[in-house]
């Protein structure tokens, strides 16, 4: 019998190789770990955890301006202090950090910090060591996409955003994703003068399409919108960066930062060298079973490029641990899986959009409600939220809830847990509403729009 140094060895100490670890060695299996950045991965470091709690500083502008509606009088405009705000992340960022590793201590998981990769069968290099291991897995996330246009390195990415010490006074933004939009709002909400530059018609691509129109025109109230657009080059211009769009526009910007998606960072780790398959955009390919076209190389997370989540990262993790070590039996499915966006409106959706219902069903009814929320009606802010139910007609099953609006992704959370136990229509209209509360809307939809 062959004897190597681990039965299970985790590259990558992210969300899904964390959880992937703890389970296999909760199973009994000797399991080992490297991470050659931070513990906890993207989400931790420089994504969920620290964009959503710059959201909530952005969100207290918000506050501040509407509480003198409700009888609040500021003696004194409010300061706010980008480097306090940096200093207080910062420092529950390494707290989180520091959870990380004791739960994979506590878990009894060895930890490599270093870069690691493959260096041949069953064996994987940590510097200028060398382990084996029965069965690796790859769970190295993913990585900023920057577009190789001149100048290119005078703009920064979503993991510089979290370094920034100061404030930039004007700021362009590139991209029309999730973290496109969620940093406008915060940058708008803080107090900068945003640009954000779209190459396409209408932002979030992917959702619904009346999320998105009702997004693209609501974003239009804070930030300066230039869709249809890209940019040529970026040239600095003192101490701002000038950017040439193909219009044949000049602007220039305290700061330039490209959102322009993610991708998987499997480059230098071995993977080709060692028959693993790589799609070609470079995310590892897998089966059913998370396992590479090389027998004993697993992969997960964000680097196989599925759907990239913290929380379907943790349970490909799992799934993968239990089932190779003997845990109890667990499936990923990937349907109705619900997502948020945390920008300004919040938006939130679980479960197919009206196109994709469309091309599933024979007859869709439509359920939409626009409104604004109880709480500008004293405010007078331009702000409205919009909530959107589609229902299989001959099943009355309901198929895609979708929302733009305050308290979307907590509202929707509770919408994904009815989808996956198959509610009808008839269902939520049995339902008694919560008053005054925007997510009664969802069951107070009685009529479907004409389409």
Excluded at 432 to 438: K, V
Aim: hydrophobic share 40%.
């Amino acid at each position: 019998m062959t004897h190597f140094d681990y039965d299970f060895f985790v590259i990558g100490a992210g969300s899904g190789g964390v959880r992937a670890a703890r389970t296999a060695a909760a199973l009994g299996a000797r399991t080992g770990i490297a991470e050659a950045r931070f513990f906890g991965g993207t989400c931790v470091n420089v994504g969920c955890i620290p964009k959503k709690l710059y959201t909530y500083a952005a969100h207290v502008s918000h506050d501040i301006a509407d509480s003198a509606a409700y009888g609040w009088q500021m003696d004194t405009p409010p300061v706010f202090n980008w480097s306090q705000l940096k200093q207080n992340k910062d420092k529950e960022i390494s707290r989180l950090n520091g959870i990380y590793k004791n739960l994979l201590s506590s878990a009894k998981v060895d930890i490599h910090e270093g870069r690691a990769r493959i260096s041949g069968p069953n064996r994987v290099a940590i510097g200028d060591r060398e382990v084996t291991a029965q069965h690796i897995l790859v769970a190295v996330g993913g990585q900023s996409f920057m577009p190789p246009i001149p100048g290119i390195e005078h703009a920064m990415d979503s993991d510089d955003f979290f370094e920034l010490t100061r404030q930039p006074k004007t700021v362009l933004i590139v991209g029309g994703g999730y973290i496109a939009t969620e940093l406008a709002g915060v940058f708008a909400g803080l107090g900068s003068d945003v640009t954000l530059a779209y190459r396409g018609p209408q932002l979030l691509n992917g959702f619904d399409q009346d999320i998105r129109s009702f997004f693209t025109e609501a974003i239009k109230t804070y930030t300066r919108l230039k869709l249809n657009t890209d940019i040529e080059r970026i040239v600095e211009s003192g101490a701002q960066k000038e950017a040439w769009f193909a219009d044949g526009s000049r602007y220039a910007f305290d700061a330039v930062l490209y959102a322009t998606g993610r991708v998987p960072a499997t480059a230098n780790l071995g993977l080709v060298d060692n028959g693993v398959t790589l799609s070609d955009m470079g995310a590892i390919i897998v089966d059913k079973n998370f396992e590479t076209s090389s027998p004993g190389i697993y992969a997960v997370g964000d680097v196989i490029d599925r759907v990239t989540l913290t929380p379907v990262a943790l349970a490909e993790g799992q799934a993968l641990a239990r089932r190779l070590f003997g845990g109890p039996e667990q499936k990923v499915s990937y349907d109705l899986i619900p997502a948020a966006v945390f920008s300004e409106p919040q938006i939130a959706t679980v479960g197919m959009t009206e196109a994709e219902a469309r091309a599933c069903h024979k007859q869709i009814d439509v359920y939409r409600s626009r409104f604004r929320p109880l709480k500008h009606t004293l405010t007078g802010r331009d702000s409205f939220s919009l909530m959107k139910m589609l229902v299989d007609r001959e099943s009355d099953r309901v198929v895609g809830i979708h929302m733009a609006g305050a308290d979307a992704a907590e509202i929707m959370q509770g919408m994904a847990v009815a989808l996956q136990a198959g509610a009808t229509k008839a269902q939520f209209d049995q339902t008694i509403g919560i008053h005054p509360t925007a997510a009664e809307e969802f069951v107070t939809m009685r009529t479907p729009v004409d389409v």
